[in-house]
Nanobody, 119 residues
């Protein structure tokens, strides 16, 4: 399995921005779909953004227009640029490979990175 390490979270005020990074332990070039999930307190983990190896992207309605997912296969790294953050974006964010049909995660979870949006 691919080992994934998330970073870049923190505390930010509403309306602020953060950029998350996901570093892979081996080439992610062959992984067709990669994605960012998040889990807020007392809520189920949800897929918020995904990207194919060809660069096609998909977003949850709740983050559409505010988040941008990207990947650099040469660096084995994926990113999530989050703008116009809202308190409801507060969650632990995880990256993973994504099953293209079921949207289920394909690897074990990493430690995640905490994003807290609060004034």
């Amino acid at each position: 399995q691919v080992q994934l390490v998330e970073s870049g979270g923190g505390l930010v005020q509403p309306g602020g921005s953060l950029r998350l990074s996901c570093a892979a332990s081996e080439s992610i070039f062959r992984i067709y779909v990669m994605g960012w999930y998040r889990q807020a307190p007392k809520k189920q983990r949800e897929l918020v953004a995904s990207i194919t190896s060809g660069g096609s992207t998909n977003y949850a309605d709740s983050v559409w227009g505010r988040y941008t997912i990207s990947r650099d296969n040469a660096k084995n790294t994926m990113y999530l640029q989050m703008n116009s953050l809202k308190p409801e974006d507060t969650a632990v964010y995880y990256c993973n490979a994504v099953h293209p049909l079921s949207k289920a995660p394909l690897n074990s979870w990493g430690q995640g990175t905490q994003v807290t949006v609060s004034s």
